[in-house]
């Protein structure tokens, strides 16, 4: 839980940056994850991993010590002080934002699905991903608009921030995909002010059904939603209140713990079932 009172002096090699450049683009990553994305073997891997925590280019967030199995799961990291540094000094820092501590629960399962569907998106060979980045700098160059550097404007002083986003090329073209993980932390509906799923839900059909993503981003790809529940009555919930859109697509979030994390990679989440209701599966692989 504590760093070592001796710090050590390290030689900052290839794979350290690539470390660093994964947990930065995440926000929140367990060892587990970077296992799979960079090989190799786990035992070394996870003692750079206290070398690099130890040397401040790495933080075990002190949030994840609340849990009672949190001695017996992988470690989440997040990004130092010596490592967001480093990669300023590189030029990419302005990639990292620093993850929101006071929505750890809801950025770390937000991190673990969308690193879970990258490494299926690896897996499958035959797909490339298109990095959030790179929509974001798509966005940067068409509108500056916004509160957020993923916000869609939707009418006037209304905007829809997805949890996350990517594309995926293949065969058949690209895809983008808008990422929603849901923890059950609002209502579905909801006859007061105040935000609720139903809510977020029309906004997504006026973003897409008028074509406003296309105008943000300048492209004509289809614009998909996935939205991921933790349990199977919620995603019940959240189908409940689409229109038979086939733009939204629903998931139960695989491997979760009772404390809601996804400890392990899951690259099957990639290959779904995505559920549309009144409709066909979604098949994004």
């Not at 949890?163 to 849901?182: C, H, I, K, N, Q």
């Not at 300048?218 to 086939?246: K, S």
Request: aromatic share 8%; proline share 8%.
């Amino acid at each position: 839980m504590e760093r070592s009172p001796i710090r050590p002096r390290l030689q900052i090699s290839a794979r350290d940056i690539s470390i660093l450049q994964l947990v930065a683009r995440f926000g929140y990553l367990r060892s587990s994850y970077l296992e799979a994305f960079l090989g190799g073997n786990p035992t070394v891997l996870r003692w750079r991993l206290r070398d690099l925590f130890d040397a401040e280019y790495l933080e075990r967030p002190k949030q994840q010590w609340q849990f009672a199995d949190a001695r017996y799961v992988p470690l989440v990291y997040s990004l130092g002080t010596q490592g967001r540094q480093l990669l300023e000094t590189m030029g990419t820092g302005a990639q990292c934002p620093v993850p929101d501590v006071g929505n750890y629960l809801h950025r770390l399962l937000v991190s673990e699905v969308a690193a879970s569907i990258e490494l299926g998106v690896q897996t499958a060979g035959y797909l490339s991903l298109i990095a959030q980045e790179e929509i974001v700098e798509r966005m940067q160059e068409t509108d500056h608009g916004g509160p957020h550097r993923l916000s869609f404007p939707i009418g006037e002083d209304q905007y829809i921030i997805p949890d996350a986003m990517f594309g995926v090329r293949g065969p058949a073209g690209v895809v983008l995909y808008a990422l929603e993980v849901d923890r059950a932390n609002e209502p579905l509906r909801r006859t007061s002010a105040g935000s609720s799923y139903e809510r977020k839900l029309r906004r997504y059909d006026r973003l897409i059904g008028e074509g406003l993503y296309k105008r943000r981003l300048n492209t004509p790809a289809p614009l998909v939603v996935l939205h991921v529940a933790v349990t199977t009555a919620r995603a019940r919930g959240m189908m409940a209140l689409t229109n038979a859109l086939p733009f939204h697509a629903f998931s139960v979030a695989p491997g979760t713990s009772p404390f809601g994390q996804i400890t392990l990679p899951q690259p099957s989440i990639l290959h779904g079932p995505w559920r549309r209701p009144g409709l066909p599966d979604l098949a994004l692989a």
